[in-house]
């Protein structure tokens, strides 16, 4: 089993930047696929990104694109907008094989962790 803590949100002005963490414990030699995702009030669970955990190949929603930035460790968030605000929730997936925007398809997930960006 694997275990996920997130960590680093907070309260920023638009325009800010945040650093996110993930840690994960257990038995982390069976993760795959590491991804992020953020839920609005009122709104659907969102994909944020992703990364392949051994080959570390990346994965980003176009509304973040060119902003957020994605590690096996951490998500640096970077000029950030009120759309952005959200609880951010890290997974991780033990299949070899995913889709990698489809929280159906990650079977552990962290607690999330508030971000809030004021316009």
């Known amino acids: 089993q694997v275990q996920l803590v997130e960590s680093g949100g907070g309260l920023v002005q638009a325009g800010g930047s945040l650093r996110l963490s993930c840690a994960a414990s257990?038995?982390?030699?069976?993760?795959?696929?590491m991804g992020w995702f953020r839920q609005a009030p009122g709104k659907e669970r969102e994909f944020v990104t992703a990364?392949?955990w051994s080959g570390g190949r990346t994965y980003y929603a176009d509304s973040v694109k060119g902003r957020f930035t994605i590690s096996r460790n951490t998500l640096q968030m970077n000029s950030l907008k009120p759309e952005d605000t959200a609880v951010y929730y890290c997974?991780?997936?033990?299949?070899?094989?995913?889709?990698?925007?489809?929280?159906?398809?990650?079977?552990?997930w962290g607690q999330g962790t508030q971000v809030t960006v004021s316009s």
């Open positions: 997974a991780a997936s033990d299949q070899t094989w995913v889709v990698p925007d489809n929280p159906r398809h990650y079977a552990y």
């Open positions: 990364i392949n």
């Open positions: 257990g038995r982390t030699f069976n993760i795959y696929y």
